[in-house]
């Protein structure tokens, strides 16, 4: 069965303080690994996918990574905009199938 | 429309009633996916619509759950005789032909009494 688990659950951090968030998957052969953020309220908001070991995206102050087993999203010079809820989901590379979200890493940045 | 609209955005309803849920996708977008997100708990995959193909149905958690689409665009999910556990973000996403990205609405908030 496809996981996807995601690490730590909850986040506080300074203002500035760089940091990151891990998610790891077992999905066999991997089509697409995708960030989200979500806000208080509202739906997910996209941001990266990633579809191969070793890419990396880039938007503002964050930076999306893959391996092989498991991606991290790391902000650094973080703001308190930024706090949000960040989920990770996975597809598997069986026809459209949906994607298997984890639970999400709640950050908090404080100023 | 400019995203995906649900409605209504919160429903209180009593234990044992029914319960419609109304998403209108992007215009041209053929995917609709609907998933439910409990408090603490992940996105949970519901059911799937690809253009005119039969919709994967597997993750709907009983048959007190259905969801049709009509016409290639707006969709409902029905729940009948809800139950508490039934209280959740119910989202609803789409996706253009060939895309992998999704776009969500803002999702209908159910609260069972």
């Known amino acids: 069965e496809d996981q996807v688990t995601q690490s730590p659950e909850a986040l506080r951090l300074q203002e500035g303080e760089s940091s990151s968030l891990n998610c790891s998957y077992t999905?066999?052969?991997?089509?697409?690994l995708f960030w989200y953020r979500q806000d208080p309220g509202k739906g997910p908001e996209f941001l990266f996918t990633l579809y191969s070991a070793g890419e990396e995206k880039e938007k503002e102050r964050l930076k999306a990574t893959l391996t092989k087993k498991e991606s991290f999203l790391h902000i650094t010079a973080p703001k308190p905009e930024d706090s949000a809820t960040y989920l990770c989901?996975?597809?598997?590379?069986?026809?459209?199938?949906?994607?298997?979200f984890g639970k999400g890493t709640r950050l908090s940045v404080i100023a | 429309g400019a995203g995906v609209s649900q409605s209504p955005s919160n429903k209180v309803t009593e234990k044992g009633k029914d319960v419609e849920l109304r998403c209108d996708p992007i215009?041209?977008?053929?995917?609709l996916y609907w998933y439910r997100q409990s408090l603490g708990q992940g996105l949970e995959f519901l059911i799937y619509f690809q253009g005119n193909s039969a919709p994967d149905k597997s993750g709907l958690p009983s048959d007190r759950f259905s969801a049709e689409r009509t016409g290639g665009s707006v969709s409902t999910l029905t729940i009948q005789r809800t139950q508490q556990e039934d209280s959740a973000v119910y989202l609803c996403?789409?996706?253009?032909?060939?895309?992998?990205?999704?776009?969500f609405g803002s999702g209908t908030r159910l609260t069972v009494v």
């Open positions: 996403a789409s996706s253009a032909q060939g895309s992998s990205g999704y776009t």
């Open positions: 999905v066999s052969g991997l089509r697409g």
């Open positions: 989901a996975a597809q598997s590379p069986s026809g459209n199938t949906p994607l298997v």
């Open positions: 215009s041209g977008h053929t995917a």
